[in-house]
């Protein structure tokens, strides 16, 4: 079934990606942001002297699959306060007595430490420190890198994290950005959309970080999901062409659905169906609403956007399990699900004009269809309904046809 981006289910997932961007953009600066202060106690001529060493020294995670009593963490550096240093992080580690770590000269991150600048090694500094706390060793080289689900669970680990001490507000943000990462249609239901926006602010909230200005840019930017839909503008000279048109035909329609026989029901509702959808193109079109306003084109690269991280953090999803697990062959499904969905996008991306046009409209006739249906349980009424919008589709064509002969004359 191809993908429908213009429906509200589909505007609903759209809105919860962009949530969960929004909450990792203000957990990273938070974890930088918490351990510097955490260090404010510190001299500068220590810190100084810790930092440099941690420039020149990498952090290995070692794998503890025992539980039990199986600290290693091993410390190159000969300085007893750097060593004191670290050993306050590693304590602040949830399960420190699990945790296996080593450090280790590396001479090519000192290089790379060299070319940085100060804010950058700032930050690197920090999300050193902040791998101690995730669970696997790997290649990510900043906050940036991570995905929402690895800023969460290393969170998790760490008791600087835990104003409240819930791991709950954590878990429930976790188990939402599943809902949408794998959700096999790229579709939401309302309900769950606005879920994940109050939980995600309820996440921040227990972070005690009501005073930072991160912490108030994304509650505003959650709240800007939660109250604003997307507004779509269309600003080619074609779809002006046919908005206009659009609107000559209201008015026939207006004129047409007045004079029905108020006993005639069948024509008195489809008419009245007609009305409402040309409202609804019309106001799609040329619009006074407020929400998230953009071109068509626009929007397109934000979905593109959307779908291309869903598949990143399914590929991302995938590796945890084993490959021959039915978890794994369902997200390997999915994944190669969204390939399709990408390469169907980078198709809808190159139609432009009428035939943007005519998808908005279809769009909206399933939606306005889907909605009849349900109101009045008649399937039949649907069929004769997209009936008429094919008619009405076929009119458009042959409106843009005339545009194109006549602009062509002058
Ligand atoms: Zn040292």
């Known amino acids: 079934m191809p993908i429908n ?124 420190l902040f791998k101690l706390y995730m669970h696997l060793d790997n290649n990510y080289t900043s906050l940036e890198d991570l995905d929402i689900s690895h800023v969460i669970k290393a969170m998790r680990n760490c008791k600087l994290f835990y104003p409240d001490g819930s791991a709950e507000p954590y878990d429930e943000v976790l188990k939402l950005r599943n809902t949408v990462m794998h959700s096999p249609n790229n579709t939401m239901e309302l309900d769950e959309t606005l879920k994940l926006l109050n939980k995600t602010r309820k996440l921040l909230d227990c972070l005690d970080i009501a005073e930072k200005t991160y912490y108030k840019k994304a509650i505003a930017e959650l709240q800007d999901l939660e109250r604003n839909d997307f507004v779509l503008k269309y600003r080619s000279e074609e779809s002006e062409f046919i908005i206009a048109k659009v609107l000559e035909a209201r008015i026939v329609a207006d004129e047409l659905h007045s004079n029905i026989e108020y006993n005639n029901q069948l024509c008195k509702s489809q008419s009245k169906r007609l009305q409402d959808m040309l409202e609804q193109i019309v106001s799609s079109g040329i619009t006074t609403k407020r929400g998230f306003e953009m071109t068509q084109a626009e929007y397109k690269v934000k979905v593109k956007q959307a779908m291309e991280q869903k598949r990143k953090t399914i590929a ?95």
């Open 5 to 128: 981006i213009y429906i509200k289910e589909f505007q609903n997932w759209l809105k919860g990606v962009f949530g969960l961007n929004t909450i990792r953009t203000a957990l990273c600066e938070c974890i930088t942001d918490t351990l510097d202060a955490y260090l404010k106690d510190v001299s500068p001529q220590e810190l100084k002297q810790f930092f440099i060493c941690l420039d020149i020294n990498n952090i290995s995670k070692l794998k503890t699959k025992v539980k039990g009593r199986c600290r290693v963490w091993e410390w190159e550096c000969s300085h007893e306060r750097c060593n004191a240093l670290m050993g306050r992080f590693v304590h602040n580690h949830t399960h420190s007595y699990q945790l296996k770590y080593k450090w280790n000269k590396s001479s090519n991150i000192s290089d790379d430490a060299d070319r940085r600048n100060e804010h950058q090694k700032f930050k690197w500094r920090y999300f050193k």
């Open 316 to 410: 991302l999803d995938k590796i945890v399990f084993d490959e021959k697990s039915n978890d794994y062959k369902t997200l390997e499904n999915l994944e190669r699900k969204t390939e399709v969905d990408i390469k169907e996008m980078e198709v809808k991306m190159t139609r432009t004009g009428l035939e943007e046009m005519v998808d908005v409209i279809n769009s909206l006739n399933k939606e306005l269809g889907e909605k009849n249906a349900k109101e009045i349980g008649l399937k039949k009424k649907l069929k004769e309904s997209t009936k008429e919008i094919e008619n009405l589709n076929t009119k458009l064509e042959y409106l843009e046809q005339e545009r194109k002969v006549t602009s062509n004359a002058i």
